[in-house]
């Protein structure tokens, strides 16, 4: 199902000297005879008729931001220092040569600048994972996740899986919705029906994934009811949000999530907000 694509470290350039901030924490919840709630953390619920990986990534609070760019600020002063020292080095090697003729001159080091400085966006450090591991519970016809983050509002990246350095699947990259996890609560984001297959549109370099025109989360249906682990805790629907387009930080094909009635719909390659008309 899943093919590797590219190496994260491609796009995660190196840290300053501290360690990167913790933005999200989480964790699958396991398969345990008790499920304990959290009234701290918030859960994220999924079911899906076959094993699914799902990326999620939290959109980022004022104090998010602001920790942030401190941490970029600080690697920023950390890359100068190494170009400055590496300039020193590439002057000094170039006045040797003048006066050596045949001595060979090592590459001019690129300066940084706030332009092209490299840095690991916000979005991936605070992503989460969900699945196709690690369920609540399975049987013949459903798997059950139940994921727990912190509270906050994430985006739905793409249906992929990130493991040993590597990610492989589709990002809706095209087109997504977000919602909020509030704490001490699980939101349900529905039931993910296996994916009708349709042919790939030949000649177009973006390689897209497409999904077919049925909703990515449909609401759970009369038989599907809740693990009894969880019946008791406050489970709310969760109320998605269009985001539109995503950068595809992974390199990985690009697709979008299909229409989803009451919340939006495409014209063209422009998301129509209909929670606002705009």
Known sequence: MLAAIAAVSTVTPAFAKEKPPVFVVTAPVKDKPVVTIDPAKAYILLRSDNPVPLYLMKVPTAEDQALYDK???????EARQKYE???????????????????????EPVEPTDANFEFVPFEMLASVGIGPTNRLSKSKDVSTYLQEVTPGTYRVYGQMLVMNGTAGGSCFCMGSVKFD?????????????KADKVEKVSGDSSQPVLIGEKPLFRSAGPGETLDPRIINQTVVAAKFMPVGKLPNYFGLTITRIPEMSGVFRYDRDRM???TTGS
């Open 71 to 77: 941490t970029r600020a600080a690697a920023f002063v």
């Open 85 to 107: 020292k590496k300039q020193a080095s590439y002057l000094k090697a170039k006045a040797e040569a003048v006066k050596t003729p045949g001595l060979s001159v090592p590459e």
């Open 181 to 193: 996890a509030p704490a001490g609560k699980i939101v349900d984001l529905g039931v993910i029906d």
């Open 272 to 274: 129509i907000d209909l």
